[in-house]
């Protein structure tokens, strides 16, 4: 009889451990307490417009990539992407020319040798590093290891090329920007500032500088991101059908509340059914949980189990993570500039913090991708914010803070798109509150835990939880970040309940 394994969340890391461990032969139930699949990759839709939640565009569905690799598995088709080129246009304050980040390697060279003189070798150390990670990344190592084979896979992924990297491991880009001189110059930290925030959570004096030579390369060709036809919903839809081509089941609407260990090394979990209200257990084998580890700490109820005490503490000593708040507009096409790139950020005040309206991330629709009528398209920009500040409020009052962030976003998106009364057909916001309802994310938390040196790599969080059989994957463990690295800590779990007799 086949090992039962029950997969908590339907994001994209649960949905891909879910898929492959059926593929694999295993008898596994992913409950999601949403009614739709994706999590932060999910998608609404309002009045004809569709919606990306949170994440809006995708790596690694080139050739050999993690998407590509998973998909081949389980032998489903890929998605329709378009590359995004440029990745991304970054404005500066006072500047209305952006920053292009190209896909192409040589254009991107001059790009930044016109934006920032004097700063290529830098970027040369950055590009060497990168290829370095990448394949060692590539080889699917374990990271962090907990175990002899772990150690073993780690092992195993080491090669020569591999060594370029261990004198930067202790190192921030901060560090590696005052190794070259390059710390006070404020234009070219402020943009990696914003470009990291993005991907790591954290700025260039915090972020570890091999997480940021992946972050920051993986944008160029032969990688690259994607923008989906249709919507990021296309990708969670993907993962369902490949789930049930192999005989698994999902569950929506199911909310997981309890985990608590047997004697016999079995996982039992307490699933509430949102539509009838009612609760019942279910005991499988091993138990996959795509939640924020914030999350997954308040639902173990096991506290006799040796390790727990410290990793609660870990957790509790991780720095606070950021929310997002998140405007959605659909508009008319005249609202949006001719030749706009899919992706851009704004920063608009160099004494201010990145986030509060500050900076906003935007992903622009293009015509015909499924997300507007036609004549139509979407806008979607959010910032960074502190979830406290949303908490424990008065619902006037957040109603007040809501419309406030809401015209704040809209006049500075203003000063780039046509955004009137007669181009704005739509408008719609998300707050933590937003996120904490929809997706159950502690305190409406987005984009997992910072890439600081203290918690990337051989210092981030594990697959392997302290409770045997009792698995987490998503945007808390390495490499987390984004549907990649969410679907890299998939595979990680997959293979690492595969060797377990």
């Not at 990297?165 to 234009?187: I, S």
């Not at 609407?253 to 307490?270: C, F, P, R």
């Not at 996120?435 to 040196?453: L, P, S």
Request: proline share 6%.
């Amino acid at each position: 009889m086949s090992k039962k394994i029950i997969v908590v969340g339907a994001g994209i890391g649960g949905l891909t451990a879910g898929a492959l461990l059926a593929r694999r032969g295993y008898n596994v139930t992913v409950y999601e307490q949403a009614y739709v699949p994706g999590g932060c990759a999910s998608t609404f839709k309002r009045r004809g417009f569709t919606f990306d939640v949170g994440a809006t565009q995708v790596a690694g569905l080139e050739p050999g990539g993690i998407h590509q690799r998973i998909f081949a598995e389980l032998d489903i088709e890929l998605p329709a992407v378009t590359p995004c080129d440029p990745a991304c246009a970054v404005f500066l304050p006072g500047e209305t020319q952006p920053i292009n980040v190209w896909r192409d390697p040589q254009k991107w060279q001059q790009e930044r040798q016109k934006q920032f003189p004097g700063s290529e070798p830098f970027w040369q150390l950055l590009g060497k590093l990168f290829q370095a990670s990448w394949k060692f990344q590539g080889r699917d190592p374990v990271l962090p290891p907990r175990n002899l084979w772990d150690v073993w896979q780690l092992t195993t992924a080491l090669r020569l090329d591999t060594l370029i990297t261990v004198p930067f491991t202790l190192m921030t880009v901060g560090d590696a920007l005052r190794l070259y001189g390059l710390y006070n110059d404020q234009r070219l930290k402020t943009f990696l500032d914003l470009q990291l925030k993005l991907y790591s959570q954290v700025d260039a004096d915090e972020t570890a500088l091999l997480y940021a030579a992946t972050a920051l390369g993986v944008s160029q060709q032969p990688q690259g991101l994607y923008h989906l036809q249709g919507s990021m919903q296309v990708l969670s839809d993907r993962l369902v059908e490949g789930l049930e081509k192999h005989g698994g089941k999902l569950l929506t609407g199911h909310a997981v509340e309890k985990i608590e260990t047997l004697e016999d090394n079995k996982i039992k979990v307490m699933v509430c059914d949102r539509k009838t209200g009612t609760t019942f257990s279910k005991t499988a084998d091993h138990v996959v949980t795509n939640v924020p580890v914030q999350n997954l700490v308040k639902m173990i109820d096991s506290p006799s189990k040796p390790g727990l005490n410290f990793y609660q503490q870990r957790v509790d000593k991780l720095p606070e993570a950021s929310g997002s708040f998140v405007i959605y507009l659909g508009v008319d096409e005249q609202a949006i500039p001719e030749n706009c790139p899919p992706h851009l950020q704004f920063f608009y005040d160099y004494d201010g913090p990145i986030g509060e309206n500050n900076s906003l991330f935007v992903s622009v629709s293009k015509p015909g991708d499924g997300r507007a009528k036609e004549g139509q398209r979407t806008i979607i920009a959010s910032s960074f914010t502190d979830t406290q500040i949303w908490n424990n409020i008065s619902e006037e009052k957040y109603q007040q803070l809501k419309q406030q962030y809401s015209q704040e976003a809209i006049a500075r998106l203003s000063n780039y798109f046509q955004l009137n009364a007669d181009t704005i057909i739509l408008q719609e916001a998300a707050t933590p509150r937003t996120f904490a309802y929809y997706t159950a994310r502690d305190k409406g938390i987005v984009g997992g835990v910072g890439q600081r040196v203290s918690t990337f790599g051989p210092f981030g969080i594990a697959t392997r939880t302290p409770i045997k059989n009792l698995w987490l994957v998503g945007d808390s463990t390495h490499p987390g970040e984004g549907t990649a690295g969410v679907s890299y800590s998939a595979l990680t779990a997959v293979r690492q309940i595969e060797q377990i007799k």
